[in-house]
């Protein structure tokens, strides 16, 4: 059964940053499709961004208003990936979860389906303070 943990949620003032750790237990991580969503009280799970190991040239997908803010990489040798999260924001306070897809996904909108994802972790917080 794979497993996902993130860990390095915090509060941090706006316009500083942060990086997401998310370590991947009971499986390879590197044959998996690893993305990042987050949650905002009372808001629906939104994509953040998805690195497909899969995939040749560009793998690594953004949402919009993460786009130029954030960095998704990861580690194959230590099972992990990072999300680096930079100028943050007010309205990026949330739980972040890692998602792991072993689908191969063909249309670059499949990347932001949280239906997609099989695993999940339990969240990190993240709060930015004004």
């Known amino acids: 059964q794979v497993q996902l943990a993130e860990s390095g949620g915090g509060l941090v003032q706006a316009g500083g940053s942060l990086r997401l750790s998310c370590t991947t237990s009971?499986?390879?991580?590197?044959?998996?499709?690893m993305g990042w969503f987050r949650q905002a009280p009372g808001e629906e799970r939104e994509f953040v961004a998805a690195?497909?190991?899969?995939?040749?040239?560009?793998?690594?997908y953004y949402a919009d208003s993460m786009k130029g803010r954030c960095t998704i990489s990861r580690d194959n040798a230590k099972n992990t990936v990072y999300l680096q999260m930079n100028s943050l924001k007010p309205e990026d306070t949330a739980v972040y979860f890692c998602?792991?897809?072993?689908?191969?996904?063909?249309?670059?909108?499949?990347?932001?389906?949280?239906?997609?994802?099989?695993?999940w972790g339990q969240g990190t917080q993240v709060t930015v303070s004004s």
């Open positions: 998602a792991a897809s072993a689908k191969i996904l063909v249309k670059l909108e499949d990347y932001g389906l949280a239906y997609v994802y099989d695993y």
């Open positions: 009971g499986g390879t991580s590197s044959t998996y499709t």
């Open positions: 690195h497909d190991n899969r995939r040749s040239g560009t793998n690594t």
